[in-house]
């Protein structure tokens, strides 16, 4: 049994010759024999908790930053009147800190027989699964008196999904394929991978795409355009070991890493091209096999990063290559989300470059840091200056090792969190106008 504040508030106003000590009740608080005989009828005709039933229904994933309604359905089945306090319990990192919204408490009267449906809005922080926890009740008598206390489970889980912020970028970068489909009216330069038609010279053309026969017919030079070839196959390979766990600005480098992934996904997908996702440290965390229907894939590869997380262990870079090669069919572009930190990249990823680009075209996307570029301009104190020395060594050592990977035939990307998704995305395109693809 459990006393409730107004039980204390009358037991302290009511002071008359002790009659029960009640050492199991909040408090050990003494009432006199008229007050006890009130609180245990009141305690007895509130409804018990044991026999409730709890249902669940509402949504089943979100979107970081956004917001999800999931209903409790509570059923009465004793023949008393249920008034209650009830808390659905969710984990921390459902709601904002400080959050001002909606609260999982709930005041709730369910008369006999009869049910109600409550909802509690979460508004996770962070991706992952958020699994309901225990559902505590309080049931009152009808003076509110005393009541009855227990727990009860209702299972139910949310799926956090990526934000995508990046899906902004993808209608420019659409128009962009347009054009290189040939899909407009803008004349693509440059080679593609199949003909597709004859155009006068324009001063600026590859001399390679000159059609002698055609000119010999006619008395302009004519051109051959080339339309990019479609259903190539795009392996992206995301790197979840510990280079991955560093935050830039407010977000670890994967996150940043993942929203690359889904404008990629989306646009590559939209090309005609099949896409395929690696997640990798020391094992496999996350694979999504090649697919052909963009909403289809794009889905998948959501869903398989929603509960992806970084993991503070060395990236066995020989074991990635290796599942790289295994999946990827020859002449792929493979996509490498990782660091370019020079320790990691040349101890571990030069030495088996090789293999990969021996095979495929080779694409390396790593999260720089912007505040390493402040930290360069800083000047004024001699703290400032020992900053900026430091800061200038480190882009320094990042050129020097993005230019190794380039000798090698690589194409590095190297940008800030806001813009590694539309940079990755545009040497895309790039690679597939210049026929690479």
């Not at 006393?3 to 909040?26: E, N």
């Not at 054009?179 to 803008?186: I, K, M």
């Not at 051959?224 to 407010?250: C, F, K, N």
Request: charged share 25%; aromatic share 4%; with cysteine.
């Amino acid at each position: 049994m459990a006393l409730t504040g107004r039980t204390a508030l009358l037991a302290a106003l009511g002071s008359l010759p002790v009659g029960i000590l009640a050492p199991s009740w909040m408090g050990m608080v003494a009432v006199n024999a008229p007050l006890s005989l009130a609180i245990l009828c009141d305690y007895a005709l509130a409804a018990p908790v044991r026999t409730l039933r709890f249902t669940r229904s509402g949504d089943t994933s979100v979107r970081l930053g956004g917001s999800a309604e999931v209903q409790l359905t509570v059923t009465n089945t004793s023949r008393r009147r249920l008034r209650s306090q009830l808390r659905d319990a969710w984990p921390p990192s459902s709601w904002p800190e400080g959050a001002s919204g909606p609260s999982p408490r709930h005041t709730l009267t369910v008369p006999a027989g009869e049910q109600r449906r409550l909802t509690t809005v979460l508004r996770p922080t962070r991706r992952g699964d958020r699994h309901a926890e225990r559902i505590t009740v309080c049931s009152y008598g009808p003076l509110g008196l005393a009541a009855r206390q227990g727990h009860h489970r209702a299972p139910w889980t949310v799926r956090v999904l990526p934000p995508f912020t990046s899906r902004k970028h993808l209608p420019s970068r659409l128009a962009r394929l347009r054009e290189l489909d040939g899909r407009t009216s803008v004349l693509t330069r440059g080679e593609g991978t199949e003909f597709d038609s004859l155009r006068a010279y324009v001063p600026g053309d590859d001399t390679r795409s000159i059609d002698w026969r055609a000119t010999a017919r006619q008395s302009a030079v004519a051109v051959r355009t080339w339309r990019p070839e479609r259903d190539r196959h795009i392996m992206i390979v995301l790197d979840t070991g510990r280079t991955s766990a560093g935050r830039v600005g407010d977000i670890p480098r994967l996150d940043a890493a993942m929203d690359a992934t889904l404008l990629l996904t989306a646009l590559a997908t939209r090309a005609g091209d099949r896409v395929s996702l690696l997640a990798y440290d020391r094992r496999v965390r996350a694979r999504v096999q090649g697919r052909t229907a963009a909403g289809d894939v794009l889905a998948t590869v959501v869903n398989s990063l929603a509960t992806l997380e970084p993991e503070l262990i060395e990236t066995d870079a020989r074991g990635l290559s290796t599942a790289a090669l295994a999946e990827a069919p020859r002449g792929s572009l493979i996509v490498l989300l990782t660091t370019l930190e020079a320790a990691p990249v040349e101890e571990g990823l030069l030495p088996v470059l090789p293999q990969l680009t021996q095979r495929h075209t080779v694409l390396l996307a790593a999260v720089s840091d912007p505040r390493v570029e402040e930290l360069a301009a800083g000047r004024g104190t001699v703290e400032a200056v020992y900053e900026a020395a430091a800061a200038r060594q480190a882009q320094a050592d990042r050129r020097r090792t993005a230019d190794r990977l380039r000798r090698h035939g690589v194409t590095v990307v190297d940008a800030p969190p806001d813009n590694l998704a539309p940079a990755l995305s545009d040497a895309y395109l790039t690679l597939k106008s210049a026929g690479r693809l």
